[in-house]
């Protein structure tokens, strides 16, 4: 039996990282290349300014910013910002607006505010980003008709009418065989689609529609790249101060979110990829340092603004980069671009650009994004900043945005119901929802209908309760028990049996996860009555709890579920763990339904195959999970204080062959192990940061490394493991201290999972795995 392969380090496999890097370089700078010269013809800036900033985006901010592996340049965020500057104050006052905000950003990045802006609900983020996508695209629409675009969205929309009646069949022609080649090439089937797609989509489709508009002799209007010595440069501003300062805020103000966001979803990329060095994390105020360099880099060589870019950092991700080489090197080879392939590049149709933008355009409003922000529901919050941005502009677009979505948050928090029913002589007062200083005077009313020297029991049924209506709770608990009542509060906010306490202990028995737990609290009732008070059976706890999830958990979670049960199960791990009711696997791994196929026993055991008397349920799960629905991990997960390794370490050999013992005869191995008996073991498991508590614990880590070699003797998970296509990870909870451990490979060590960082050698953890 093969025992090391799930704690083996696997070889660094691929290219050398400056192979890899120069390869990955390329490939960006090809889809870099067509989508800076169509974003300059958008703005309508003069078309150097793309190669300007995306060779400037590349250098400097590659060499500056935070995040290694992140490509920047001119994005089609920033299009119709530029535009509207452009239009209102010429090219060479934008210039200098881009300079202004690189400096506003470096002031940013000084006062470390930068991961200030990853609070801003994603809801706004993408309402913006879409806004700007549909203005994009209906101004890009009238080059690719062949026409030219007004100043607004409005403008546009009613300037199609006469567009459509005067088509030009020629530049429409060029736009048709563009957009069919983006929307193509990806698919194109067989070793000729292996062998194309190594061509960029973008550089493909303009390429095409460049040879075809040569070939035919077809007349229309190309690019058109002027001498560098005639190149604009920045001037002194001219116009209005406030108006120039709003300019300022809002390229800085797009600029910084884009590019903050984009390094964070670069972030979680990189930490996915499987089989290259992760570069370090980014460092988001570095970041932020390196993109106002390269505005006022780019901005005083008459550049576009400079931003992270996700599809182009996306791109360097996928194709192997693991340093900021890459990104340099793209900038590089731009900067060689635009001064040795000009003739070529005058020889690009200006509707093959217009037709590349539009679908950017078109791509910014994301499905994905309308399904999340759905989910968490927020779409009025994405629909109020979409519209407002496309009819405002994007700075009051974000602020009308901001402004919905703090409307909504504080219509949740006072969306408070507190009724009051009398049952059996008891008045029963129920608050569903937050108990805030807004809910005050319903809930003094609602108090106030309560008879003095009544029985009383207050339902909180929210996870906080602020000091005003603590106060207001307490008061009245206090004058009504002095006239005789009693009061009792339970529920989620309040202890039971008990007077209400300060407001930071609220929960009392009942913890944070309650939200989504079916929770119920019992009556902790003193010895002497418990005869008078018994304790809710477990037939009432599920019930309550039942009803609990009906009303709280199941509007929220129905939707989801009815996606599943459309399109059924694709978890991405099979999790074996323990079947001790401490281990609340889905709240461990911040995972939710659909997620993880879990399978649990006593003491997490994996029992070999073919073995007498083995259980075949444990292989049958093993088997349906990989063969079926082709898992990409399996994880065994062992915990402190397990009862199954406590009986295999205390339970006598020979008695009585109860059920327990024989199914604790697969833990014998473990056993050995933990002990040296097992031909070819080294040391012991152990935790990386202190020796083990007790044999208890050190039998419990030996057992999730026993049990991973008894994976392998499964067929199926040794097949896969020997193709590269499963992983297998140990993994050790300690209950009493919350805290996760994950069995770094080749070492028999578990190392402390912390709140931030992944860990060296363990695969991708469980958040990255579900993205």
């Known amino acids: 039996m093969t025992a090391t392969a799930p704690t083996r380090t696997r070889p660094p496999s691929g290219p050398h990282p400056r192979a890899a890097d120069v390869s990955a370089s390329i490939s960006v700078f090809l889809i870099a290349l067509p989508l800076s010269l169509g974003i300059a013809l958008a703005t309508g800036a003069p078309l150097q300014a793309g190669l300007v900033a995306a060779a400037v985006g590349g250098l400097v901010a590659g060499r500056f ?15 119709v910002v530029t535009a509207e500057l452009i239009l209102q104050y010429g090219w060479r006052t934008t210039c200098a607006i881009t300079v202004l905000a690189g400096l506003s950003q470096l002031g940013l990045s000084c006062l470390k505010v930068a991961r200030s802006a990853l609070m801003v609900s994603p809801a706004i983020v993408h309402g913006m980003l879409a806004g700007i996508g549909v203005t994009i695209a209906v101004a890009q629409l009238h ?3 062949g026409g030219t675009p007004q100043s607004s969205v409005i403008d546009n929309i009613r300037g199609l009418p006469a567009q459509l009646a005067q088509l030009q069949l020629t530049a429409i022609s060029v736009s048709f065989l563009t957009i069919a080649t983006l929307l193509s090439w990806p698919r194109i089937p067989g070793a000729v689609g292996t062998v194309a797609r190594r061509v960029p989509a973008a550089l493909a489709a303009v ?41 300022v805020l809002t390229v800085m103000l797009v600029a910084s979110v884009e590019s903050l966001l984009s390094a964070v979803a670069v972030d979680k990329l990189a930490a996915a990829r ?51 080489n890459s990104t340099m090197l793209h900038g590089l080879w731009v900067v060689l671009a635009a001064a040795l392939l000009v003739p070529l590049l005058d020889l690009i149709p200006l509707a093959a650009l217009a037709a590349l933008v539009m679908a950017v355009g078109i791509q910014m409003v994301s499905i994905n994004h309308i399904r999340s922000v759905t989910r968490h529901r927020e779409i009025l919050v994405y629909a109020v900043t979409l519209v ?49 200083f807004l809910a005050v005077p319903r809930l003094s009313r609602a108090l106030s209908q309560v008879p003095q020297g009544t029985a009383a029991v207050v339902e909180l049924d929210g996870s906080f309760i602020d000091h005003a209506a603590y106060e207001t709770l307490h008061d009245w608990q206090e004058g009504h028990t002095a006239h005789g009542g009693t ?9 039971p049996g008990v007077e209400i306490a300060e407001p930071a202990t609220a929960h009392g028995c009942c913890g944070p996860w309650t939200p989504w737990r079916n929770h119920t609290c019992s009556r902790p009732s003193p010895p002497e009555t418990d005869a008078q008070a018994p304790a809710q059976t477990g037939s009432g706890q599920l019930a309550s709890g039942l009803s609990a999830f009906q009303r709280d958990t199941a509007p929220l979670v129905r939707a989801e579920l ?68 082709r898992v990409g991990s399996i994880t065994v997960c062992g915990h402190s204080g397990c009862g199954a390794m406590q009986a295999l370490l205390n339970s006598p050999r020979g008695g009585a062959r109860t059920p327990l013992k024989r199914w604790l005869r697969h833990g014998v191995p473990s056993l050995e192990r933990m002990t040296g008996r097992l031909p070819g073991d080294g040391d012991p498991p152990r935790l990386a940061e202190r020796e083990s508590a007790d044999p208890v614990e050190q039998l419990c880590l030996a057992n999730v490394v026993q049990q991973l070699d008894h994976l392998l003797a499964h067929e199926g998970v040794a097949r896969r493991v020997a193709d590269g296509s499963l992983e297998l990870h140990g993994m050790y909870f300690h209950v009493g201290e919350a805290q996760a451990y994950l069995l770094v490979n080749g070492t028999g060590v578990f190392h402390r999972v912390s709140p931030e960082e992944a860990l060296p050698g363990i695969g991708v953890t469980f958040e990255e795995s579900r993205a």
């Not at 002799?217 to 101060?241: T, Y």
């Not at 700075?395 to 969306?415: I, P």
């Not at 009061?487 to 202890?495: C, L, N, S």
């Not at 791990?573 to 323990?578: A, D, K, P, R, Y």
């Open 65 to 79: 910013g935070g995040a290694p592996l992140q490509v920047s340049g001119p994005a089609a965020g920033l299009t």
């Open 143 to 145: 080059i690719v008709l």
């Open 207 to 247: 390429a095409l529609a460049t040879v075809f508009a040569a070939g035919t002799g077809l007349r229309l209007p190309r690019v058109d790249l002027p001498s560098w010595r005639s190149h604009a440069l920045p001037g002194l501003p001219e116009g209005p101060v406030l108006g120039i300062l709003a300019a």
């Open 274 to 324: 499987k089989g290259s060095p992760r570069p370090p994390r980014a460092d988001l105020d570095r970041e932020l340092r390196g993109q106002g360099t390269a505005n006022i880099v780019s901005g005083a060589l008459g550049g576009l603004p400079v931003t992270g870019v996700a599809v182009r950092s996306a791109a360097n991700v996928a194709a192997g980069a693991v340093s900021r």
């Open 388 to 436: 407002a941005v496309v009819l405002l502009g994007v700075l009051e677009g974000v602020a009308l945005g901001v402004a919905v979505a703090t409307g909504v948050a504080l219509h949740r928090l006072a969306r408070t119901r507190i009724t009051v029913q009398e049952q059996d002589g008891v008045h029963h007062v129920r608050v569903r929802g937050q108990l805030t």
């Open 487 to 495: 009061v009792e509060i339970t529920g989620r906010a309040g202890r």
């Open 562 to 629: 009815a996606r599943l049960a459309k399109e059924g199960q694709r978890p991405s791990q099979l999790f074996l763990t323990c079947a001790d009711s401490r281990l609340v696997t889905s709240m461990i791994t911040s995972s939710g339904p659909g997620d993880l196929f879990t399978v649990r026993n006593v003491g997490n055991l994996v029992p070999l195959p073919g073995e007498e008397g083995a259980d075949e349920s444990v292989a049958a799960a093993i088997e349906y999970a990989v063969d079926v629905l």
